[in-house]
């Protein structure tokens, strides 16, 4: 099993550009976060889907748009880049349950921009 | 509007000395609590999960979570340098939140 998996590692936007960050997992789990991580801070959640078709905003949403067509695939659209997305984004997944929950996390993707 | 409050660092601890983190939460929904350590540049990894009132241990780890004052803890005992990172709680209600990590520095 591969867990999580994120692409892509490394990117630098200009300012306007859009992307998409890529994330899968194997792991049949149903539920699926998006969080960033700026420089010495904590997780803050951008969005997160309970199962294929739903998904909810977490607590900085704007700016991100993201789609669950799938239980794997769960990618997170910036439009419009702006400097202050300049962060490292990470991508995890849960399964749900009595005392279950936890996150498995993918690697990371650190976007720049400039 | 969840918050999860963590102990502001940075803590710093001889090696073999006791680190204790903590942690608050203002949803009394919440259910199930964890703590998560981030070494620098790499991503949380899961130390401790927590779900009913009281104290959990695990080797050197002990979790003491309290219900009613919406309070979370963690406390490693006989500190290593290898456990120098940042500490992260992590609440689950309808979703899951973070508090702003403690970093811990355990000093030979």
């Known amino acids: 099993n591969a867990g999580v998996t994120q692409t892509p590692k490394f990117r630098i936007l200009k300012i306007g550009q859009s992307m998409t960050l890529q994330c899968t997992q194997d792991?049949?789990?149903?539920?699926m976060y998006w969080y960033r991580q700026d420089p010495g801070m904590g997780l803050k959640l951008i969005y997160y889907?309970?199962?294929?078709?739903?998904?909810d905003k977490g607590e900085v949403p704007n700016g991100y748009n993201v789609s669950r067509s799938t239980t794997e695939d769960f990618p997170l659209r910036l439009e419009l880049a702006a400097p202050s997305q300049t962060s490292v984004y990470f991508c995890?997944?849960?399964?749900?349950?009595?005392?279950?929950?936890?996150?498995?996390f993918g690697e990371g993707s650190r976007l720049t921009v400039l | 509007q969840k918050e999860v409050e963590q102990n502001s660092g940075p803590l710093s601890v001889p090696e073999g000395a006791i680190a204790s983190l903590n942690c608050t939460y203002s949803?009394?929904?919440?259910?199930?609590f964890f703590w998560y350590r981030q070494y620098s540049g790499k991503s949380p990894e899961l130390i401790m999960s927590?779900?009913?009132?009281g104290d959990k241990e695990d080797g050197r780890f002990t979790a003491q979570l309290n219900k009613a004052s919406q309070y979370v803890s963690l406390l490693i005992r006989d500190s290593q340098p290898s456990d120098s990172a940042t500490y992260l709680c992590?609440?689950?209600?309808?979703?899951?939140?973070f508090g702003a990590g403690t970093r811990l520095t355990v000093k030979p």
């Open positions: 792991m049949n789990h149903n539920y």
């Open positions: 927590i779900y009913s009132n």
């Open positions: 995890a997944s849960s399964r749900q349950g009595i005392n279950t929950g936890e996150l498995f």
């Open positions: 889907s309970v199962g294929a078709g739903i998904t």
């Open positions: 949803d009394r929904g919440s259910q199930s």
């Open positions: 992590a609440v689950r209600g309808l979703d899951m939140r």
